[in-house]
C-alpha cells in the first residue's frame, strides 16, 4: 500500500510559480496511475492534473492548462506538478492521489496548502 507525502507549497504572488513535490513510499510508483486534486474553502475537491491509463499521457483541467505541468519520477518514487502563472482562484489545499483503478484513486497524501494574494 503506497503513501503519499506532499510538499513544496507557500504563498506566492499572483503570476508567480511553485513546484509541488508528492513523495511516494510503501511501494513502486510504477504501478500505480497519479493525479493531482485540489480542494478550496467551501469548494469540492476537484482534479487538477493527472495521467492516462496505458499511454501516460498528462491531461490537464481547462483551468490550469497551460500553466501547470505533471511529471512523474518512476525511479525517485516522486511526482511534481510545476504551476505558473498562478491566480488567485489557484488558492486551495493540493492533494496527490494514486490508484491501480481505471476510475477512482484509492491513495491520498495530506495535501499542501497553496496560496496565492493578488
Known amino acids: 500500500q503506497v503513501q503519499l507525502v506532499e510538499s513544496g507549497g507557500g504563498l506566492v504572488q499572483a503570476g508567480g510559480s511553485l513546484r509541488l513535490s508528492c513523495a511516494a513510499s510503501g511501494g513502486p510508483l510504477s504501478g500505480y496511475t497519479v493525479a493531482w486534486f485540489r480542494q478550496a474553502p467551501g469548494k469540492e475537491r476537484e482534479f487538477v492534473a493527472g495521467f492516462s491509463w496505458g499511454t501516460g499521457t498528462p491531461y490537464y483541467a481547462h483551468s490550469v492548462e497551460g500553466r501547470f505541468s505533471i511529471a512523474r519520477d518512476n525511479a525517485k518514487n516522486m511526482v511534481y506538478m510545476q504551476m505558473n502563472s498562478l491566480q488567485s482562484e489557484d488558492t486551495a489545499v493540493y492533494y496527490c492521489?494514486?490508484?491501480?483503478?481505471?476510475?477512482?484513486?484509492?491513495?491520498w497524501g495530506q495535501g499542501t496548502q497553496v496560496t496565492v494574494s493578488s
Open positions: 492521489a494514486a490508484s491501480t483503478r481505471l476510475v477512482g484513486y484509492d491513495y
